[in-house]
């Protein structure tokens, strides 16, 4: 991994985060991307110790503004070797026929067409050199539907979709495609679906132990030092408290 490049979408919070600070460990090059440019900055200057590091301020949920950021990079970050398509949330809680229609859109712009934007952007490069390697961040949402998780839901399914299709499309091109599909994984993800409400985001990890951040970002980096001629397609990882969407064996 000396010398690749990774980019990083949703670096600066949770998982990506905990990826990104993984791979400056190891000497991977980084493109962190994310929307607070704040965070961005302090991020750098951590990893910067580490490892070369620039920063990309976008909301994924605008096409013009992805292809433009990622486009304005600098020589010596434009061979991107590693793409994390990490970022993703959920809004809200509701039933289908309660759900708000602003939530809806909001996990589709962000969990379904950035993707899709962040990943056109890249593939073609890949697709030139006939090499790169893609991992997807689904969850076990895009795997199993759960009450009141409807779009969210949908979002997640799609992801994993389009895994399998990048891996159809991809795989004439040497591009290995991997997807990683966790349970529950205590960041900042309940907090965003609940509006801010910490204690009922704190309240959805009481009583069990779940995944951190750092679990899934070392499953990430297991996963894309594989030798080339191996491809982890898709895993599911769960807390060892849970055994489905619903069911967490809580003290």
Not at 70 to 95: R, V, Y
Request: glycine letters at 6%; one cysteine or more.
């Amino acid at each position: 991994m000396n010398n690749k490049t990774a980019l990083i979408t949703g670096a600066t919070s949770g998982i990506g985060k905990a990826t990104a600070q993984l791979f400056a460990t190891n000497n991977i090059q980084l493109i962190l991307c994310g929307r607070r440019s704040e965070r961005l900055t302090q991020l750098k200057e951590e990893l910067g110790k580490l490892t070369k590091v620039t920063t990309l301020q976008f909301d994924i949920r605008n096409k013009e503004e992805v292809f433009k950021a990622i486009a304005s990079l600098p020589s010596a970050f434009k061979k991107i070797d590693i793409l994390i398509n990490n970022a993703g949330n959920a809004h809200g809680l509701s039933t289908i026929q309660d759900g708000d229609t602003d939530d809806w859109d909001a996990m589709i712009d962000i969990n379904v067409k950035g993707l899709l934007y962040v990943s056109k952007a890249i593939l073609p490069k890949m697709v030139e050199r006939n090499e790169g390697f893609v991992v997807n961040i689904g969850s076990i949402a895009g795997k199993e539907v759960y009450p009141n998780g409807n779009v969210y839901c949908a979002s997640k399914y799609a992801v994993n979709a389009l895994n399998k299709a990048m891996r159809i499309d991809l795989n004439k091109h040497n591009i290995r495609v991997s997807a990683i599909h966790p349970g529950a994984v205590e960041t900042e993800f309940s907090e965003v679906r609940f509006k801010g409400d910490t204690d009922k985001a704190k309240n959805v990890y009481k009583g069990f132990k779940a995944l951190q951040a750092e679990d899934i970002a070392d499953i990430i980096h297991f996963v894309i030092t594989r030798p080339y001629h191996v491809t982890i397609e898709d895993l599911v990882v769960y807390p060892t408290a849970q055994a489905s969407a619903t069911i967490l064996n809580k003290e």
